[in-house]
């Protein structure tokens, strides 16, 4: 699969989230206007509170916007039925959280395989494994895996539907240097092997660069938008 497509795979236009808070509203989002191709490593960067999480939630279809719009290959995400939205969900975005949400009485393969029962054309359960390096534990249970290795489960999981993005919300937040860039590492194969857009969003500068595109957020707004020509692999990268 090409690592990019004709034309963009998100343009966002004037993106606004506004949440009620009681008698307070508080701006998550204030104005974004961002083109992101498909094929290609994203990085959204920023401090807690910026509107990072918000914004892949938008894009994801699990959250909506306040004003502006979102859309996908060209046709915008508020338009669609919920019956259709849940499509978008199902077959075209895998997510990847902070916390892994294993089922714990299933085995690695098991919790992919759950994945693979929703999409119209899935990846093997036991191929998905593989490509993340955890084909010699797939009938392990998540409590006879270590944080990475549960982290790098839900990866899989996730790729097994072959979905067109891969939204990823602080992938290494809870865990360790080491084990943190081995799960980068298996993003960025990911990436690199199937040609699914994988979009990371984080606070840590450090992995900005191994990014094929850098945004970062600040306030809800888009403070920068850069490209880097020669991306450092993850085993490079120090924080």
């Known amino acids: ?13 004037a993106l606004k989230k506004v949440y009620q808070m009681g008698e307070v509203e508080v701006a998550a989002l204030r104005h974004i206007d961002l083109e992101l191709p498909a094929g290609r490593f994203i990085v959204i960067l920023g401090p807690s509170g910026s509107g990072k999480s918000t914004l892949l939630n938008i894009m994801g279809g699990i959250d909506t916007p306040s004003d502006g719009r979102v859309l ?25 959280f902070q916390f892994y949400n294993l089922i714990p009485n299933l085995t690695a393969e098991e919790n992919v395989e ?43 999981r996730a790729v097994a539907k072959r979905p067109d993005v891969l939204l990823c919300d602080e992938p290494t937040g809870a865990l360790d240097y080491p084990t943190g860039k081995v ?49 450092i692999p993850p085993s490079e990268l120090e924080w």
């Open 72 to 96: 996908y290959r060209g046709e915008d995400l508020a338009t669609y039925s919920e019956r259709r939205l849940t499509r978008y969900r199902r077959h075209h975005v895998g997510f990847v």
């Open 183 to 231: 799960v980068l590492d298996v993003l960025q194969q990911v990436n690199q092997q199937t040609g699914t857009t994988v979009m990371t969003i984080t606070h840590n500068v450090a992995i900005a660069g191994m990014a094929d595109i850098v945004v970062k957020l600040m306030d809800g707004k888009v403070r920068e938008r850069t490209e880097n020509e020669e991306p």
């Open 114 to 156: 759950m994945a693979t029962q929703i999409s119209d054309d899935p990846m093997d359960a036991a191929e998905s494994l593989e490509l993340v390096g955890l084909e010699e534990r797939r009938t392990h249970f998540p409590s006879q895996l270590s944080g990475g290795e549960q982290q790098r489960v839900a990866i899989a």
């Open 1 to 13: 699969m090409s690592r990019a497509e004709n034309g963009p795979l998100f343009h966002i236009d």
